[in-house]
C-alpha cells in the first residue's frame, strides 16, 4: 500500500510539473507574440514614414515645376506689357 501512495505522489509532483511546464510555455507565447506585434508596428511605422516621405518629395518637385513655369510666364507677362506700353 505504501508504494501504491509512493507512485500516486510521484504522478502528482509530474503532472503538477508538466502543468507549471505549459503554463510558463504559454506565457513565453504570448510574450513573444506581443513582441513580435511591436516589432510589426515599428516596422509598419517605418514603411508609412517612407511613404509619406516619398509623396512628400514627389508634391515638392510639382510646386517647383509651378513656380518655375509660373516664373516663365511672369516673364513673358512683363515683356508683354513693356512691348504694349511702349506703342502707347
Known sequence: MRKI???I???AGVFGIA???????????KKW?????????????LTA???????????QQEI????EEYDELEKSYNELLDYYEGEL
Do not use: T
Not at 502543468?19 to 507565447?29: F, N, R
Not at 517647383?64 to 513656380?67: A, E, H, R, S
Open 5 to 7: 501512495g509512493v507512485y
Open 9 to 11: 505522489a510521484v504522478a
Open 19 to 29: 502543468d507549471i511546464s505549459v503554463k510558463i510555455a504559454e506565457s513565453l507565447k
Open 33 to 45: 507574440y506581443l513582441h513580435g506585434f511591436e516589432v510589426g508596428k515599428c516596422i509598419g511605422s
Open 49 to 59: 514614414e517612407e511613404d509619406f516621405e516619398r509623396e512628400k518629395d514627389a508634391i
Open 64 to 67: 517647383d515645376q509651378l513656380c
